[in-house]
Nanobody, 124 residues
Framework: QVQLVESGGGLVQPGGSLRLSCAVS????????MDWYRQGPGKQRELVAG???????NYEDSVKGRFIISRDNFRKTVYLQMNSLKPEDTAVYYC??????????????????WGQGTQVTVSS
């Protein structure tokens, strides 16, 4: 069974840094996209940073130059290094992965999976 487990959230002062991690477990055949989304209070969930298996990345405009997404395909883990944090970065951060896995002797089509979310609060 595929699972995504996030860690690294918490409370940080403005200007501080946090590093989020998301580990994917299960009988993974291919990992395609590994992304970070966030949902702030009263807001819709939005893409923060995305990464593809070819190494390409993309960022939401407000985090460019401050956040860095990286992935370790061997460990099936994606990271989000968040620097120069602002109060408006406060949100629940979710990891998303698009992958193919082995399930009861067959290989699934591409399916997206989500983590449970980790709270990031930026406040003095």
């Amino acid at each position: 069974q595929v699972q995504l487990v996030e860690s690294g959230g918490g409370l940080v002062q403005p200007g501080g840094s946090l590093r989020l991690s998301c580990a994917v477990s299960g009988s993974i055949i291919v990992l395609y996209a590994m992304d970070w989304y966030r949902q702030g209070p009263g807001k819709q969930r939005e893409l923060v940073a995305g990464s593809l298996s070819d190494g390409s990345t993309n960022y939401e405009d407000s985090v460019k130059g401050r956040f860095i997404i990286s992935r370790d395909n061997f460990r099936k883990t994606v990271y989000l290094q968040m620097n120069s944090l602002k109060p408006e970065d406060t949100a629940v951060y979710y990891c998303r992965a698009v992958l193919r896995a082995r399930d009861r002797g067959t290989v699934t089509p591409s399916i997206e999976y989500w983590g449970q979310g980790t709270q990031v609060t930026v406040s003095s």
